[in-house]
């Protein structure tokens, strides 16, 4: 399953590979290096060099908590002949955070995109703190 990682983030290199707004890298004793956003409305966001395929799908596996009750939105964006596809996940019922860290998993499925993916962004909005980020193809 390695052999399909597209992307894989801990924060143990800070927020390098990573933009973002009002986010720290933060410790904790049990998860290690994560990234803390103090307010709810800001982005965290990462360009992936990986050649995405029309008709395939990836899975997006987190550690996140929040200390309000809110939900994570993933979203992947895609560019395709200078067109903009934002790809929201399949299963969105499943994101709702709470106070404690939890393990989330969301699906993206690439379905008539094209064949001229040139450049792909992930975008995850609305959480507290995260960790363990990784992408693979299905």
């Known amino acids: 399953m390695l052999d399909n990682l597209v992307l894989n983030g801990c924060f143990n290199d800070g927020?390098?590979?990573?933009?973002?707004?009002?986010t720290t890298v933060k410790v904790d004793e049990d998860e290690g290096n994560y990234a803390h956003q103090e307010y709810m409305s800001s982005m965290l966001i990462q360009q992936i060099d990986t050649v995405?395929?029309?008709?395939?799908?990836?899975?997006?596996?987190?550690?996140?908590?929040?200390?309000?009750?809110?939900?994570?939105?993933?979203?992947?964006?895609?560019k395709s002949d200078n067109t903009y596809i934002d790809i929201?996940?399949?299963?969105p019922d499943k994101n709702h955070l709470t106070s404690t860290w939890r393990e989330y998993k969301f699906?993206?499925?690439?379905?008539?995109?094209?064949?001229?993916?040139?450049?792909?962004?992930?975008?995850?909005v609305n959480f507290s703190d995260i960790t363990d980020i990784s992408l693979i193809k299905c």
């Open 52 to 78: 995405f395929c029309n008709n395939q799908q990836y899975e997006l596996t987190l550690k996140a908590r929040a200390s309000n009750a809110i939900t994570i939105r993933p979203v992947l964006v895609l």
């Open 15 to 22: 927020l390098s590979h990573w933009r973002c707004t009002n």
């Open 107 to 124: 699906i993206f499925s690439l379905n008539d995109v094209g064949d001229n993916i040139t450049s792909a962004q992930l975008f995850i």
């Open 88 to 91: 929201p996940c399949n299963n």
